[in-house]
């Protein structure tokens, strides 16, 4: 039973536009997510992070919401670039044990 | 530069014959950590590690063993492995006690083949 679920095996977008990738949750008692962008034969990087007491984390192009009551996030990438192409992770803390537990990726491809 | 580091990247083997993916890291934190990744399942937790001598199960840990004698390494070891061990794996570290909030910085990763 996958508690975190990505549900976009891959998206593209155009250069210069929106991202927006969406992670789901079933476990309310997640209190802290991330997200982790992969480059292929690269371990994954940390990239931006939300506390379930706020809806809303903002860093330069990249910003998460969290809509607690549907049980949402959803990563926007504004403008979108080449570099920006990579599999891009959500990640759920346990509020229980600290450990986090993690989707199974999107990948996004940005088309120059 | 710092780093955690996988040994081996790659590595191709037979069912039963033990084998050890060491994992260092030069940032001297306390919390270290095992994953393997899979197709559609994204990433699970095999052991985590709080500190020197602690170590802890994970969501997937049979067929696995780690130790931390030391505070830099931390290897995996799989004693008998079998083909549903192939897989992706990664190592991680993180400078606090395994919050959650502190981000983790991952290896390369380890590709394992079983056969």
């Known amino acids: 039973d996958q508690q975190v679920k990505q549900n976009s095996p891959s998206l593209s977008v155009q250069e210069g536009r929106i991202s927006i990738l969406n992670c789901d949750y079933t476990n309310s008692m997640f209190d802290y997510f991330l997200w982790y962008k992969k480059y292929p034969a690269e371990g994954p990087t940390f990239l931006i992070s939300i506390s379930s007491i706020k809806d809303k984390n903002e860093d330069g192009r990249f910003t998460v919401f969290l809509n607690k009551s549907a049980k949402h996030l959803s990563l926007h990438i504004v403008p979108s670039q080449p570099g920006d192409s990579a599999v891009y992770f959500c990640a759920a803390r346990r509020d229980s044990n600290y450990q986090l537990i993690w989707g199974a990726g999107t990948k996004l491809i940005i088309k120059p | 530069e710092a780093q955690v580091t996988q040994n081996p990247r790659y590595l191709i083997t037979v069912t039963g014959k033990k084998l050890t993916v060491t994992c260092s890291q030069n940032?001297?934190?306390?919390?270290m950590s095992w994953y393997r990744q899979d197709p559609g399942l994204g990433l699970r937790q095999i052991y985590y590690s709080m500190n020197v001598e602690v170590t802890d199960k994970g969501d997937v840990p049979e067929g696995y063993k780690v130790s931390r004698k030391e505070k830099r390494n931390f290897p995996l070891i799989l004693e008998s492995p079998s083909p549903n061990q192939t897989s992706l794996y990664f190592c991680?570290?993180?400078?606090?006690?395994?919050?959650?909030?502190?981000?983790?910085?991952f290896g390369d990763g380890t590709r394992l083949s079983i056969l």
């Open positions: 940032m001297n934190h306390e919390y």
């Open positions: 991680a570290s993180s400078p606090e006690t395994g919050t959650g909030r502190q981000p983790q910085h």
